[in-house]
Structure formats: structure tokens, C-alpha cells
């Protein structure tokens, strides 16, 4: 099983990045698939998630209305959509997987740095 982001950057305030994850090893149709980020001397903390089984997306209330999560199962594919950014958006971003019915996400890539300056 393996995860791996990528499409992070340098970007100035008010633009706009599109992180991917590219998952491997197993069927995405049977996870919740999430994306969290750690900024420097921070712990780290949720972004969204997008549920198995056509359950619906989820986001933590400092991103809603500038991220979007989707997926392509298909594809195998995570994606972030992230707009307006913020100097306070530049973190390493994570996406994790969660099996459908698992109490945690038990699989996670390596981040990809998103650094928001002028």
C-alpha cells in the first residue's frame, strides 16, 4: 500500500495549488480518503476527507469554501483544490486512508510542502 502526493509549492497569497495523491496496493472504493497538514512547530491537524460509499465530504472550518477534496476511484486518485490561499495554509500536506468501518487512517503519504509567501 502506498500513498504519494504531490503538486505542492511556492505560491503567492490569493492563489491557487491542486495537491494529487496517487494511491497504490489497494481499492479505493472501500476508504475514506482524508487530507491533513502540519505546519511548522504545529501539530497536525485535519483538512478534509471525502468518505467511502458515496458518504460525503467533510472539512475543518479554516478551509471551507477555498478546499475541495475529491477523488477518482478509478484512478486511484486524491485530490485538493486549494484557492485564496493564506500564509497560513503553508504546512506540509499529508493524505491518509482509512478502511471503511476502521477506527483510524492507517495509511498515509510522505506530505508534499505547500508554502504560501510573497
Known amino acids: 500500500v502506498q500513498l504519494v502526493e504531490s503538486g505542492g509549492g511556492l505560491v503567492q497569497p490569493g492563489g491557487s495549488l491542486r495537491l494529487s495523491c496517487a494511491a497504490s496496493?489497494?481499492?479505493?472504493?472501500?476508504?475514506?480518503l482524508a487530507w491533513f497538514r502540519q505546519a511548522p512547530g504545529k501539530e497536525r491537524e485535519f483538512v478534509a476527507q471525502?468518505?467511502?460509499?458515496?458518504?460525503?465530504?467533510n472539512y475543518a472550518d479554516s478551509v471551507k469554501g477555498r478546499f475541495t477534496i475529491s477523488r477518482d476511484d478509478a484512478k486511484k486518485t486524491i485530490y485538493l483544490q486549494i484557492n485564496n490561499l493564506k500564509a497560513d495554509d503553508t504546512a506540509a500536506y499529508y493524505c491518509?486512508?482509512?478502511?471503511?468501518?476502521?477506527?483510524?487512517?492507517?495509511?498515509w503519504g510522505q506530505g508534499t510542502q505547500v508554502t504560501v509567501s510573497s
Open positions: 491518509a486512508a482509512r478502511r471503511a468501518f476502521s477506527a483510524s487512517f492507517g495509511y
Open positions: 496496493g489497494f481499492a479505493l472504493s472501500r476508504y475514506t
Open positions: 471525502s468518505s467511502w460509499n458515496g458518504g460525503g465530504t
